[in-house]
């Protein structure tokens, strides 16, 4: 099927940045959506950004300004710019692709650990 594989998680201080990616690999075939999720401790996992097959994006009003999603298609890859990081920004970073069409082609990654913190 499809294997997610993130990188770039760490730890960061405040008004830092940090750049995540996701590469991906098998059959890619439908995939329409890349994106990137986070969830942090006591909560539900949430959008961040997400990024279509034709460019479009979308971003979570919090992060809004701050961070960019990125897609190489040739290199099957996605990634997630992130600056001016604040604490709040603390969550475990998971890598989705999905086909909307094919519902049942959604797969995740395995999750990085990003901490914003002094």
């Known amino acids: 099927q499809v294997q997610l594989v993130e990188s770039g998680g760490g730890l960061v201080q405040p008004g830092g940045s940090l750049r995540l990616s996701c590469a991906a690999s098998?059959?890619?075939?439908?995939?329409?959506?890349m994106g990137w999720y986070r969830q942090a401790p006591g909560k539900a996992r949430e959008l961040v950004a997400t990024?279509?097959?034709?460019?479009?994006?979308n971003y979570a009003d919090s992060v809004k300004g701050r961070f960019t999603i990125s897609r190489d298609n040739a290199k099957n890859t996605v990634a997630l710019q992130m600056s001016r990081l604040k604490a709040e920004d603390t969550a475990v970073y998971y890598c989705?692709?999905?086909?909307?069409?094919?519902?049942?082609?959604?797969?995740w990654g395995q999750g990085t650990q990003v901490t914003v913190s002094s």
């Open positions: 989705n692709i999905r086909s909307v069409i094919d519902k049942t082609r959604n797969y």
């Open positions: 098998g059959n890619m075939f439908g995939i329409n959506v």
């Open positions: 990024v279509s097959s034709g460019g479009r994006t």
